[in-house]
């Protein structure tokens, strides 16, 4: 079963900072662009940020340029998404998903699965 598992979110003040986990587990990541979306209250998912398959090759929504950083593990099968100086626009439900290729800083599907997210609440 093709499965991904967002860890790593939580109550964070303004600020501060998090690490989120993408885990993969039924295939391997190595053979995918990964991206990150986020979906906030009342809005639409946007993406977040994309990496190359290799990790050669980062993009970033210039809402979190210079504050977030993706990177990835092959060997262990787990993309990271660093989030530092979180403001309260980041507040939302965390997704990662693993696509076919990266148009900047959005994955390109199809998608053989969803995860179930992960909260990132920044609030005072």
């Known amino acids: 079963q093709l499965q991904l598992v967002e860890s790593g979110g939580g109550l964070v003040q303004p600020g501060g900072s998090l690490r989120l986990s993408c885990a993969a587990s039924g295939f391997s990541l190595v053979y995918n662009d990964i991206g990150w979306f986020r979906q906030a209250p009342g809005k639409e998912r946007e993406g977040v940020s994309c990496?190359?398959?290799?990790?050669?090759?980062?993009n970033y929504a210039d809402s979190v340029k210079g504050r977030f950083t993706i990177s990835r593990d092959n060997a262990k099968n787990t993309v990271y998404l660093e989030m530092n100086s979180l403001e309260p626009e980041d507040t939302g439900i965390y997704y990662c998903a693993a696509g076919s290729y990266c148009l900047g800083y959005v994955i390109q599907g199809p998608f053989p699965s969803w995860g179930q997210g992960t909260q990132v609440t920044v609030s005072s």
């Open positions: 990496i190359s398959r290799r990790g050669g090759t980062a």
